[in-house]
Every structure is written in structure tokens, then in C-alpha cells.
Nanobody, 120 residues
Framework: VQLQASGGGLVQPGGSLRLSCAAS????????MGWYRQASGNQRELVAS???????SYADSVKGRFTISRDNAKNTVYLQMDSLKPEDTAVYYC???????????????WGQGTLVTVSS
């Protein structure tokens, strides 16, 4: 399973970024997808998740500012981040929980991180 995250970078406070995560080797349409982040010195935390049915969940700290979405035709999950704050600075990781093939046991997989820096 490969999860290729992209879209990080440097942005000013109040700005926007869109992260993308392209998945392969997993039954994407049946997988729970999520974005986590880890700031320096902190534990990794869940930012947002989206079920195979499209139900979404967000950390309180990003509600109303971040939007998670998925495109099953492209095997890709997105995280639209608006009104960014310096405290959003972190390495963002894509996570997939699902099966590699029908009959497989579901498990979680991680992509490489993408760094988001919010600074003036």
C-alpha cells in the first residue's frame, strides 16, 4: 500500500493550502481515510477523517476551517485548509484503514508526511 501525500508548504496566517493523498494497493472506495498531524514536540493527532460513505469528522481545533473530501475515481483524499493559523504548523500525514484485497484483514497504513508551515 502506498499513500503519496503532497501540497504542503509555507503559507501566511489566514492563507489556504490543499493537501492531496493518492492511494494505491488498497480498496480505496471501501477504506476509511484520515489526515493526522504532528507538531514538533507533540504527539500525532487526528485532524479529520472521512468514511467510505462520505461521513466526515474533525478535530475541534480545525472545525469550520478545514474540509476533508475524497474522490474514489482518483483514489485520492484531500484536505482543504483555510484560515490557517501558526498553530496549524506541523507535518501532516495521510492514513488509510482498509483492505488490500477482498478477504484481507483490514489494517491501517501511513503515508509519508508533508510539512505545512504557517508563518509571516
Amino acid at each position: 500500500v502506498q499513500l503519496q501525500a503532497s501540497g504542503g508548504g509555507l503559507v501566511q496566517p489566514g492563507g489556504s493550502l490543499r493537501l492531496s493523498c493518492a492511494a494505491s494497493g488498497i480498496i480505496f472506495s471501501a477504506s476509511l481515510m484520515g489526515w493526522y498531524r504532528q507538531a514538533s514536540g507533540n504527539q500525532r493527532e487526528l485532524v479529520a477523517s472521512i468514511s467510505n460513505g462520505g461521513s466526515t469528522s474533525y478535530a475541534d481545533s480545525v472545525k469550520g476551517r478545514f474540509t476533508i473530501s475524497r474522490d474514489n475515481a482518483k483514489n485520492t483524499v484531500y484536505l482543504q485548509m483555510d484560515s490557517l493559523k501558526p498553530e496549524d504548523t506541523a507535518v501532516y500525514y495521510c492514513n488509510a484503514y482498509g483492505r488490500r484485497y477482498y478477504g484481507d484483514q483490514p489494517k491501517g497504513y501511513w503515508g509519508q508526511g508533508t510539512l505545512v508551515t504557517v508563518s509571516s
